[in-house]
């Protein structure tokens, strides 16, 4: 896995930030119930970028070899890694209240976008991938 600079990793924070202060005049909170992150069960699936994927990673180093759909940072239905879960992670929930779908998926583009334009402004290589296979590989680099 790649690692990022502090610089990279402080811009990443500075999009998620801006995204939790747009979400206080959003009705639905999450409730942190976990049901996203059972992949199979909620019928989709995580993209990240190497990134995000690099600092979830940094303070929470994959432990057990993920064997199956859901997410290995998911412990008695309660996410381990929240404050540094994945843009996808933190706006899933949004996009299935109907009231709240078309925002949603707006601000996961225009926050992904943004995220492009970290690695476009340091001249890195984008890697977007989906997470679970991605997340398996970097278990058997271990």
């Given amino acids: 896995m790649k690692i990022f600079s502090q610089d990279n990793y402080k811009k ?6 801006a995204l939790e202060s747009l979400w206080g005049s959003m009705s639905r909170p999450c409730d942190a119930c976990g049901w996203c992150c059972h992949f199979d069960q909620a019928e989709h699936r995580l993209y990240t970028s190497s ?3 690099s600092w979830l990673l940094q303070k929470y180093p994959l432990d057990n070899k993920p064997i199956n759909d859901t ?20 706006t899933f929930f949004r996009q299935h209240n109907s009231q709240e779908k078309e925002k949603a998926e707006s ?12 690695y476009q402004d ?11 296979p991605w997340l398996k590989e970097e278990f058997e680099k271990k």
Avoid: H, S, T
């Avoid at 990443?12 to 930030?17: A, K, R």
């Avoid at 601000?107 to 970290?118: F, G, P, S, V």
């Fill in 71 to 90: 997410c290995p940072f998911l412990v008695d239905n309660k996410c381990q890694a929240r404050e540094r879960r994945m843009l996808g992670c933190r």
């Fill in 51 to 53: 990134l995000e994927l």
């Fill in 12 to 17: 990443l924070e500075l999009v998620y930030e």
């Fill in 107 to 118: 601000l996961y583009e225009d926050c992904l976008n943004k995220i492009k334009a970290i």
């Fill in 122 to 132: 340091e001249g890195l290589d984008w890697e977007y991938r989906d997470l679970m």
